[in-house]
């Protein structure tokens, strides 16, 4: 069964609005978590890491200011797209690693934005 | 992480082996080879990963070069729900706040 979910699956939404993304590990804990953002027909692009109980950071070119990360506990984290448009309409994905050494990273169904 | 280098497509008959080679020459001594697949509009999943001896699991069988520098991830018996991108990846294990970094992959088509 899924060990990552995220929520909602999909979100329309105006531009100009803002949207927050869940992404959930069940049943383990997760002080490290990834944001990746893929756009048709491309590979997933890393946007950022997520740290419980600190600052996340983010990769080269994605504004923090735009995309919001909190990791509120270590089994969620959630990203907030502020003042959506349509370029900001993607497939986001979260991922936690799991296992005895972490070595393994599971990830969640994704989220499809698309902003009108 | 090393840099990977896989076929950009591929296709396979139903209920053949799919094949699914990549190099990765610059691999360091200290780094896994990591296998995952993502199915259209889904999250990547988990398929496999090694360091040096080759690895089965229910999915898949991952056999590794003696030099290291290259592997190959084996589907027995491909179905069509095989067709997936699939992603090869080293890095070091254990690194758990480091992300995956994903190359284009290798788009794998699987008919009847």
């Known amino acids: 069964g899924a060990v990552v979910s995220q929520h909602p699956s999909w979100v329309i939404c105006k531009s100009g609005t803002s949207v927050k993304i869940e992404c959930r590990s069940l049943?383990?804990?997760?002080?490290?978590m990834f944001w990746y953002r893929q756009f048709p027909k491309q590979s997933l692009m890393l946007m950022a890491t997520?740290?419980?109980?600190?600052?996340?950071?983010?990769e080269q070119g994605v504004e923090k200011d735009k995309f919001l990360i909190n990791h509120a506990s270590l089994t969620l984290s959630t990203l907030t797209v502020t003042s959506a448009h349509p370029e900001d309409s993607s497939f986001y994905i979260c991922?936690?690693?799991?296992?005895?050494?972490?070595?393994?990273?599971?990830f969640g169904p994704g989220t499809r934005l698309l902003v009108l | 992480d090393a840099k990977t280098t896989q076929p950009p497509s591929m296709d396979c008959a139903e209920g053949r082996a799919a094949n699914l080679p990549c190099n990765h020459s610059?691999?360091?001594?200290?780094?896994?080879v990591y296998w995952y697949r993502q199915i259209h509009s889904q999250g990547p999943q988990y398929i496999i990963h090694g360091l040096k001896n080759n690895e089965t699991n229910e999915m898949a069988s991952l056999i590794i070069t003696e030099d290291r520098k290259s592997s190959t991830l084996i589907l027995p018996h491909a179905t069509l729900r095989d067709t997936a991108v699939y992603y090869c990846?080293?890095?070091?294990?254990?690194?758990?706040?480091?992300?995956?970094?994903f190359g284009k992959g290798t788009t794998l088509s699987v008919s009847s």
């Open positions: 997520s740290n419980e109980g600190s600052k996340a950071t983010y």
């Open positions: 991922s936690a690693p799991r296992g005895s050494l972490q070595e393994t990273q599971y």
């Open positions: 610059t691999i360091s001594g200290n780094e896994y």
């Open positions: 990846i080293v890095r070091v294990a254990g690194q758990a706040g480091t992300a995956l970094i």
């Open positions: 049943d383990f804990q997760a002080t490290t």
